[in-house]
């Protein structure tokens, strides 16, 4: 049996008077990739800000490795073993890929970022910093400058930040957001590596993705987890269909 690494505790979070997350009940153990899924608006992003510390919660309780962490700063979790992506691209495009990962890794470690530059020399960090990029298949794209990378090659190097913190669990923002068929296929092989490293909730509109990665999936509508079950129940579930996708089809 998986062990328990993320629990949330009827999460709420008001801006005035639209619920935006409404009492949400989730756990993420080691090893698994639980699925996040819903419209746009359903309040994905706002819950991982939440899990986070980066958005408070009105009410509710996040615990983390067995510790209530409710009430921690997001440097503290972060230091904890919490790690995110962002739907959108954060990395500094004027840096190289192997120096957007030394920041993690400088981060990870306690270094000063006013001393950058003589960091650079200090080997083990660049080491360090290598052996992530090559796990995500950037190793020969190290001293390429980001804005240079393909799309694709960039949401990977975000990927290897995220791991240059020694996380326990990964909080992924859509990282397959506007990738193509073929890098879409390259993330989707990366994550499946992971998963016996991390725990991972993974917030994704790439069905493909989903039903290809997830243990678990659940289905976040206006605010409120609808269904929480394996990929097979929830592509044949009349109630997601309905309230999430209409009358698409999920297998589409």
């Known amino acids: 049996m998986m062990t328990e690494l993320l629990r949330l505790d009827s999460l709420v979070k ?3 008077a639209i619920c935006v997350t409404d009492h949400v009940n989730l756990t993420v153990s080691q090893a698994e990739i639980h699925a996040l899924i819903g419209p746009n608006g359903a309040g994905k992003t706002t819950l991982i800000n939440q899990i986070t510390g980066e958005v408070p919660s009105d009410a509710g309780a996040v615990y983390f490795d067995g510790q209530d962490i409710t009430r921690w700063s997001v440097a503290k979790r972060a230091h904890a073993g919490m790690s995110r992506s962002f739907q959108i691209n954060s990395l500094i495009p004027a840096f190289t890929a192997r120096e957007n990962v030394l920041l993690a890794v400088q981060a990870a470690r ?3 970022f006013y001393f950058f530059a003589p960091v650079t020399g200090d080997q083990s960090l660049v080491n360090e910093a290598d052996g992530f990029l090559a796990r995500v298949g950037l190793d020969a794209h190290a001293d390429e400058l980001v804005s240079k990378l393909a ?3 960039q949401r990977l190097v975000e990927v290897a930040i995220a791991m240059a913190s020694h996380p326990k669990l990964l909080l ?15 993330m989707i092989a990366l994550l ?27 289905v976040l509508v206006y605010g409120q987890v609808l269904l929480c079950d394996t990929p097979e ?6 109630i997601v269909r309905e309230a999430y996708l209409g009358d698409e089809d ?3």
Do not use: C, T, W
């Open 14 to 16: 008001h801006y005035g």
């Open 110 to 112: 306690g270094h000063n």
């Open 151 to 153: 799309y694709g090659q």
């Open 172 to 186: 992924l923002d859509e990282p397959m957001a506007g990738l193509g068929p073929a890098e879409s296929e390259r």
């Open 192 to 218: 499946d590596s992971l998963r016996q490293d991390y725990g991972m909730l993974l917030v994704e509109h790439d069905m493909d993705a989903v039903f290809a990665l997830a243990n678990r999936i659940s």
């Open 233 to 238: 129940k929830v592509r044949h579930s009349e």
């Open 250 to 252: 999920l297998d589409d």
